[in-house]
């Protein structure tokens, strides 16, 4: 992942880096990437709300 990448380079420099499409889980890690911040929920969040969107119009039954 880029942004991954990038962050190798701005975090020792303490550069904060914005990005309305990274996606990764693993930039969650706040720990590791105390200067990444992102505009666009990590895919763990949006597949939660993909599923949720296909049970409101009953594209599948709910399993719990």
Do not use: N, W
């Not at 911040?37 to 009953?58: E, K, W």
Request: negative net charge.
């Amino acid at each position: 992942c880029l942004a991954t990448q990038l962050q190798g380079l701005l975090s020792p420099l303490q550069i904060p880096q914005i990005s309305p499409s990274a996606t990764s889980t693993e930039l969650s890690d706040e720990s590791a990437y105390p200067y990444f911040f992102r505009t666009a929920p990590p895919d763990s969040q949006q597949a939660s709300a993909i599923v949720a969107l296909m049970h409101g119009y009953g594209m599948f039954p709910k399993l719990i």
